[in-house]
């Protein structure tokens, strides 16, 4: 089946799908029945159908996307980018400077700043994604960070301080064993 489990919904996807049911509208032009559309394109002969019934009452135009579906996102894109720019400049900026990472509650506070808009968690979380960032993955690496003494002290040190399995009294775990009786 060509629309998978997963669910389509990134841009991509839907305009992937718009080119199937816009090839599927073709197929009905030149005359090619539900069935004949569903096994040419693989997909359900349900949607083939559907395709079908919407093609015969508004064209090509019918089987269009209509975008992403629910309601419009709170914040506009240019208001993403406005956003994206003032969380690049940290928390500190913000008067955040005892905790150096970005919270939900930070961002709808700071969101509230900007735009005068109330938002909830979710949306704030929903913007975050929007603009590629991710839970617990901090961009930007702390500037004191070492990577060769990281390197050499899990190579030397981790090793020595790394408690070793405890051990174990020789034998076997067999019900019939003589020394377990």
């Given at each position: 089946m060509r629309y998978g489990d997963g669910g389509g919904v990134d841009q991509a996807e839907r305009v992937r799908r718009e080119r199937v049911r816009q090839r599927a509208a073709a197929l009905f032009a030149e005359g090619k029945s539900a069935v004949e559309v569903a096994?040419?394109?693989e997909v359900s002969t349900k949607s083939a159908y559907q395709w079908r019934r919407a093609w015969a009452v508004g064209g090509a135009k019918a089987l269009a996307s209509r975008g992403p579906a629910g309601?419009?996102?709170k914040l506009s894109d240019e208001q993403l980018a406005r956003l994206k720019s003032r969380l690049e400049l940290g928390p500190a900026a913000a008067g955040y400077g005892e905790d150096q990472r970005w919270t939900l509650a930070r961002v709808v506070?700071?969101?509230?700043?900007?735009f005068h808009i109330r938002v909830g968690i979710t949306t704030a979380w929903q913007a975050m994604r929007r603009l590629g960032y991710t839970a617990q993955l901090p961009i930007h690496r702390a500037i004191e960070r070492d990577e060769a003494?990281?390197?050499h002290w899990r190579r030397y040190q981790?090793?020595?301080v790394k408690e070793p399995p405890p051990a174990r009294p020789p034998g076997s775990a067999s019900p019939t064993n003589v020394a377990r009786r």
């Open positions: 096994g040419l394109l309601p419009d996102p506070a700071l969101i509230a700043t900007m003494a990281i390197a981790w090793p020595a």
